[in-house]
């Protein structure tokens, strides 16, 4: 392996990493956020969980789009 | 009906919609057609089948959650989660599947994966926005 197979490698590792580093964060707080709103008025759950459901669809976006990215360089690139 | 009741029925018709995704991803496809052949169009397709793999397992999870959880902030939760690992599983699985396996090109992929992901962007942006109005 050269060095900038190995380089290339590594770059994907890190866009996956701190996409998944990235995810996990916002989803931590959206459902921080969903506990709280669930403990204050816990007649809007079924909105609440409407709402978290949506919004992580859009949290991950970002980060599955990094995840492609490396799959690419991974398989096509290196 | 009343007017707010016919409200939800028009939101929940934008919800179930698709948005502008297949337009979108149809005209796309032609371009890389006409561009690269046929593969990058097979391939850009592929991309925006993701996306709406990865909606439909949002969908059914979301099902499951106000079918079973109930009001139960914990076992909501639980689904939720659940669903992100899902998402991210099957996303990672495919991506393998279509650069490896089948060896699309990688570029019209990202592409289709990218608009159909910015097309749902646009639905929940829409759909929030009538909920503002609606209340």
């Known amino acids: 392996m050269t060095e900038a197979q190995a380089l290339l490698y590594i770059a994907g590792a890190l866009m996956m990493g701190l996409g998944a ?7 931590g707080i959206l459902g921080g956020r969903f506990l709280e709103g669930a403990a204050r008025q816990p007649e809007l759950i079924p909105m609440l969980r409407t709402q ?27 | 009906m009343s007017n707010a009741a016919h409200g939800q029925q028009g939101i929940g018709s934008r919800v179930r919609g698709v948005g502008w995704a297949p337009p979108l991803l149809l005209f796309s496809a032609t371009g890389f ?19 709406a793999a990865t909606g439909g397992l949002e969908r059914w ?17 639980r689904y939720l ?3 992100a690992v899902e998402r991210l599983v099957v996303t990672l699985a495919l991506f393998a599947a279509g650069f490896g396996l089948m060896a699309l090109h990688p570029l019209p992929l990202l ?4 608009l159909a992901r ?5 639905r929940f942006y829409q759909e929030s ?4 109005q609606h209340g």
């Open chain 1, 21 to 27: 580093l990235g995810a996990a964060v916002g989803i």
């Open chain 1, 52 to 78: 978290f459901f949506i919004v992580m669809g859009l949290v991950d976006a970002v980060p599955m789009i990094a995840v492609g990215l490396a799959m690419y360089v991974l398989f096509a690139v290196a």
């Open chain 2, 33 to 51: 057609w006409l561009a690269m052949g046929w593969q990058a169009a097979v391939a850009l397709l592929f991309g925006g089948a993701m996306v």
């Open chain 2, 61 to 77: 999870q979301r099902q499951r959650a106000a079918r079973i959880a109930g009001n139960l902030p914990a076992k909501n939760l």
């Open chain 2, 81 to 83: 989660y659940r669903c």
């Open chain 2, 111 to 114: 592409s289709g994966y990218t």
């Open chain 2, 118 to 122: 910015l097309a749902m962007f646009h």
């Open chain 2, 129 to 132: 926005s009538l909920r503002r």
